[in-house]
């Protein structure tokens, strides 16, 4: 009914307009038909002047050097799409062992809003639990240099390096203190990887970080320590267009590595594969032709039929890595449709082959095919 009101009274106001200025009706058309084309026009010359591809925008951004500046950029920035991401291995003092992950997605765009997504694994059950939350608007404590959300009983908290979280739901819950034990790594150049027509990203993160908290899986509460990986990801960029293999490794030498591959959800054509391995406190980007990776096992999820690649060859010639990667538990689909809208592969791996590790592994495909 309130548009209904809006619409008549814009009509009355249309109206006294053309009889004030006693227009003909065939000149009051034609003005308003020239109005209307001369803003499209104008937007247009903007869209063509302002607009750049993703490429020039990287050309240009890079040769300033690094955007990413810490800890300042922990902080929330004003994107489209951006998050903060943790994974992480957990051993209790009597042995048992559990892998999780932790994400806050910070969405910018008519309305904003934030979305977690929590997971934990019990490796001893095999048994999988999942967590997902959406509030509108911006819950984040506006801090400089540091990041904090709070949605209820569910934290996430850092700066530097020194970071807190907490989630508490009714199977399982988790309360954690991390701390950072190597230099961030920039991935990309200059931390900035241009996604093509998908638009840009900034993108860095913390590859090792030393754990210590307690979990708690049903009624059962036990003291953990390990080690965890922090990614922070940002830009004016359209996930809706991409899917990917994402795999994070942290390597018993001390050697973190990352590999990224990114596709064209629609066509599947390659948009960037890019990777970082850090070493002694140094890090290397790698490209496509650095690295060789292939898919050696399949698991079909019984709920959404799609076909997840769970067991991969990962070989870098350069650095004599050669690497079987398999996932610690298959069935580790998280079923994001209540809050994100999509479902996807995330989960622990093992590392063997020439070396060995532990890591994580995402896998997006939204597709039964792959």
């Not at 004003?78 to 932790?102: C, D, I, P, R, T």
């Not at 509108?136 to 979280?165: V, Y």
């Not at 059962?220 to 994070?248: A, N, P, Y």
Request: aromatic fraction near 12%.
């Amino acid at each position: 009914m309130h548009q209904v009101l809006v619409l008549r009274r814009g009509m009355k106001k249309i109206q006294s307009i053309y009889k004030r200025y006693r227009f003909s009706r065939t000149q009051f058309v034609f003005s308003a038909i020239l109005f209307t084309a001369c803003g499209i026009c104008t937007w247009i010359v903007y869209e063509v002047l302002h607009t750049q591809s993703a490429d020039d925008w990287y050309e240009s951004k890079a040769e300033k050097g690094s955007l990413v500046t810490l800890p300042k950029d922990d902080a929330p920035h004003k994107a489209a799409m951006e998050w903060w991401y943790y994974n992480g291995h957990l051993v209790s003092e009597s042995g048992k062992q559990y892998s999780f992950h932790y994400t806050v997605f910070l969405v910018s765009n008519v309305a904003d809003h934030i979305v977690s997504h929590a997971s934990i694994n019990d490796h001893q059950t095999g048994k999988h639990y999942t967590a997902q939350r959406r509030t509108a608007g911006n819950p984040s404590t506006i801090k400089e240099n540091s990041f904090e959300f709070i949605q209820g009983d569910w934290h996430m908290l850092g700066s530097d390096g020194r970071d807190k979280l907490k989630i508490m739901t009714n199977e399982f819950s988790f309360d954690l203190d991390l701390t950072s034990t190597k230099l961030p790594v920039f991935h990309g150049e200059n931390g900035i990887i241009p996604l093509k027509d998908a638009g840009h990203s900034y993108y860095y993160s913390r590859t090792r970080m030393a754990v210590s908290g307690v979990v708690k899986i049903n009624n059962t509460t036990e003291k953990v320590t390990g080690i965890s990986w922090f990614d922070h990801q940002w830009g004016d960029f359209s996930v809706g267009r991409l899917s990917w293999e994402w795999f994070s490794l942290q390597l018993n030498d001390g050697i973190d590595l990352m590999i990224y591959q990114l596709h064209d959800r629609k066509t599947n054509e390659p948009i960037l594969y890019i990777g970082s391995i850090n070493q002694n406190g140094n890090t290397e980007s790698l490209e496509a032709k650095d690295f060789n990776i292939a898919s050696r096992r399949k698991w079909i999820s019984n709920k959404s039929k799609i076909a997840y690649p769970t067991e991969w060859a990962i070989d870098i010639p350069s650095k004599n890595i050669n690497l079987v990667v398999k996932s610690i538990n298959e069935d580790n689909e998280f079923d994001a449709m209540l809050t994100t809208y999509n479902i996807y592969w995330e989960g622990a791996i093992q590392v063997q082959g020439s070396h060995t590790g532990s890591g994580f592994m995402e896998l997006y495909y939204m597709d039964k095919k792959h």
